[in-house]
């Protein structure tokens, strides 16, 4: 089973992004951590103690209901302020070291919000900074489960993840490129309930309702293109190895 790293800028970016994915790594057995950068307030309708609540329980939705909980820290960057930075760098190359990630996901490269482009720098290069020997990185805070559950985070070895892949969560009015899909049938009524556990951004405002809808429809649609239910779009700079096509689902579309 590989360690997962998932990234994102906010709480909520990665059940928004790939909730779905996240909660099929996870049934299959996947060591799942979320790394949020930041605790996403403040917002209109949100303050800091609620959000985390409100991450808790998607924490909750995410995890499989038996095998390994999957798992959240936070680095408490300042949210509206991220900067890349060789500080935060170092602290994200701390997580990726405790953690031994093998596959690293975050926000794809092309975004409108400011905090989502510094996220993916920073990530980008801390996979790098990970790898460095004699640099020391940061010890990140302990990762929690959805009951609560603290788990010590100590640094380890130096590592570079074998896979950086980009997920879309972009605030941008434009359709993704994705160079794979990934089939998350029967884990989108999971993913929506996750995003909907956001009740202070999902729930109680009105013109951010709609997003749940967006969510839905976009999986219905990219799972059409690979011949299933539900699926959901990734992009990696680097070429994804089959040593057989035993993997490969979906079919072309009817001409």
């Not at 951010?208 to 839905?216: G, L, S, T, Y």
Request: charged share 20%; glycine share 6%.
């Amino acid at each position: 089973m590989a360690n997962i790293l998932v990234v994102g800028p906010h709480p909520d970016d990665q059940e928004l992004g790939m909730g779905g994915a996240i909660i099929r790594l996870a049934r299959q057995g996947h060591n799942i951590l979320l790394l949020d950068i930041t605790n996403g307030e403040p917002t209109p309708l949100g303050d800091p103690e609620t959000r985390a609540q409100e991450a808790k329980a998607a924490l909750a939705i995410l995890s499989p209901d038996e095998g390994p909980p999957v798992r959240r820290l936070c680095l408490g960057l300042p949210n509206r302020f991220v900067t890349h930075s060789i500080e935060a760098r170092h602290k994200v190359a701390g997580v990726i070291r405790a953690h031994q990630a093998d596959i690293v996901f975050t926000p794809y490269f092309r975004d409108a919000h400011p905090d989502h482009l510094a996220v993916t720098r920073i990530v980008e290069d801390a996979r790098f900074d990970a790898k460095l020997s004699k640099i020391d990185m940061p010890e990140p805070p302990p990762a929690v489960d959805a009951q609560g559950n603290e788990t010590p985070m100590p640094v380890r070895d130096p590592l570079y993840p074998r896979w950086l892949f980009y997920y879309y969560a972009t605030h941008l009015r434009w359709v993704a490129d994705p160079n794979f899909l990934l089939d998350i049938t029967g884990c989108v009524e999971r993913k929506v309930a996750s995003i909907r556990a956001y009740h202070t951004q999902f729930v109680l405002p009105e013109k951010n309702r709609k997003v749940v809808d967006w969510v839905e429809a976009s999986a219905v649609y990219f799972g059409s293109r690979i011949g299933t239910d539900a699926a959901e779009p990734f992009f990696t700079n680097e070429p994804i190895g089959l040593a057989s096509l035993d993997s490969v689902v979906g079919v072309p579309p009817a001409g």
